[in-house]
């Protein structure tokens, strides 16, 4: 039985069994390693209460925001790549931990997104702003924050001009990239092609998410069920392809797609096709989601509909990957009521002479 002997600040515990006394820092729960009531005892055990009391004071601060967000169920259950997307903005942050949480308004925010742009560009500066947003949300409900100062804070626009970093293919890349692919990457991009299914998904694909004539998978952003007919020009692919033991696509050698090896093979064959004149720069298999939604748009397709077949909780995103769609169809009924009709300006009935 071990007996327990109450001391001010210091939990000390007696075991029988060895004869040896084991001190802690009543506070911590650390160890004191020294023997008890030595100079070296009093020395550590000062250290360590000095070490837990510094601690406590950096409850107030910045860096223990980012702790307890860490530890929330809204980052721990999130998908391992963004959470690895999060930890860079961590990383980026990490200077800032010792800071007290009051100084985080609005100003502070805005000061830090324009410091992230300048060295890093659009792209992070506008997730910079979305971490600390999703932090300060739970810092709210934990009682660290009274509100969110990231509310309002815009994000950095896209310059006029600047390249859109997604684009649709057109028909005629599609064509001319499908055909020069090797065996091991056709079937992946025969997949995004058609459906527009996320290079992540298509890599993560295992063997029995084609069966039957129907493509089925739960997409990794957002967990959503997908289940829809196989295209005919898939399914040919798909069946003229050897049998992997556990995923449905995998690399010359056998083993599943790598992200890394997946980029890498597809950047020979794109340099190659641009050389050639066959298709423009800047094309990325996540531009072929955004093409058929696009193409999903101008035959009139809904935003629900769309959303279902790109594997999508909610339609929020449609807009964006379909917007050349739409300006098309906006522009085709504007022309029209323009210059169709048996009157208006420049057609029949306006006036002119026969």
Request: net charge positive.
């Amino acid at each position: 039985m071990t007996t327990r002997m109450p001391l001010r600040g210091v939990k000390r515990f007696f075991e029988p069994k060895s004869g040896k006394t084991y001190a802690y820092h009543r506070a911590s729960g650390t160890r004191i390693k020294a023997e008890w009531g030595t100079p070296a005892f009093a020395i550590e055990l000062d250290q360590v209460d000095r070490a837990w009391r510094a601690k406590k004071v950096q409850d107030g601060t910045f860096g223990h925001l980012i702790d307890q967000y860490r530890a929330a169920p809204e980052f721990t259950q999130l998908k391992p790549r963004t959470r690895a997307d999060y930890e860079k903005v961590f990383a980026y942050l990490e200077p800032l931990r010792a800071m007290p949480l009051d100084r985080l308004d609005r100003p502070f925010v805005v000061g830090l997104r324009n410091k992230a742009h300048a060295k890093h560009k659009r792209r992070f500066a506008n997730y910079v702003v979305q971490v600390l947003s999703r932090m300060c949300k739970i810092g709210i409900g934990l009682g660290l924050l009274k509100e969110n100062p990231v509310e309002h804070v815009e994000k950095v626009r896209k310059v006029t001009g600047e390249k859109n970093l997604n684009r649709p293919w057109t028909l005629a890349e599609r064509d001319a990239v499908l055909a020069a692919l090797p065996a091991p990457l056709r079937g992946p991009f025969a997949m995004m092609r058609y459906l527009g299914v996320r290079l992540g998904d298509v890599r993560g694909m295992r063997r029995d998410a084609y069966q039957d004539g129907m493509i089925s998978f739960v997409t990794g952003k957002g967990a959503v069920d997908v289940t829809v007919p196989c295209p005919e020009p898939l399914a040919r692919i798909l069946d003229a392809q050897p049998a992997h033991g556990t995923h449905l696509f995998s690399s010359s050698d056998g083993s599943p797609w790598s992200e890394g090896g997946f980029h890498a093979s597809w950047r020979r064959v794109r340099v190659k096709l641009e050389e050639k004149g066959a298709i423009k720069p800047g094309l990325t298999p996540h531009g072929l989601r955004h093409s058929v939604a696009t193409d999903l748009r101008e035959l009139g397709k809904t935003d629900r509909e769309i959303a279902d077949i790109l594997g999508q909780k909610t339609t929020y995103a449609v807009p964006t990957y379909a917007r050349n769609a739409d300006m098309r169809r906006s522009n085709k009924r504007v022309i029209d009521d323009l210059y169709g009709g048996k009157k208006g300006p420049g057609g029949e009935g306006d006036g002119a002479d026969p």
